[in-house]
């Protein structure tokens, strides 16, 4: 089974930027979908990005499309996404999560592996 960790999450003000890490271990990097999800306080969780393995499909949702990046490193087995422009209804836990097939659809309940999540705040 794959493992990963996330990383990155932090107090940004309004209009900052950052990288989030997900570092993945136990199992074949190429072979998964790794996608962010975040959750906010009272919200449910929602897919944020995703990219293949490979690195040659990538996703973003609405509400971030157009300010961020989803790229991955196979080398290091690590998957990182830039997001540009926080704002305050960016504030959520960013979680990393993966799953081996390929699909249309981000809901939360067809990734089975998840790392433990990283808070990021943004100040207005």
């Known amino acids: 089974q794959i493992q990963l960790v996330e990383s990155g999450g932090r107090l940004v003000q309004a209009g900052g930027s950052l990288r989030l890490s997900c570092a993945a271990s136990?199992?074949?990097?190429?072979?998964?979908?790794i996608a962010w999800f975040r959750q906010a306080p009272g919200k449910e969780r929602e897919v944020v990005s995703a990219?293949?393995?490979?690195?040659?499909?990538?996703y973003f949702a609405a509400s971030v499309k157009g300010r961020s990046t989803i790229s991955s490193d196979s080398a290091k087995s690590t998957v990182y996404a830039q997001i540009d422009n926080l704002q305050p209804e960016d504030t959520a836990v960013y979680y990393c999560?993966?799953?081996?097939?390929?699909?249309?659809?981000?809901?939360?309940?067809?990734?089975?592996?998840w790392g433990q999540g990283t808070q990021v705040t943004v100040s207005s």
């Open positions: 136990g199992g074949v990097f190429s072979n998964y979908i």
């Open positions: 990219i293949s393995g490979s690195g040659f499909s990538r």
């Open positions: 999560a993966a799953r081996e097939y390929w699909g249309t659809k981000y809901e939360p309940n067809t990734f089975p592996f």
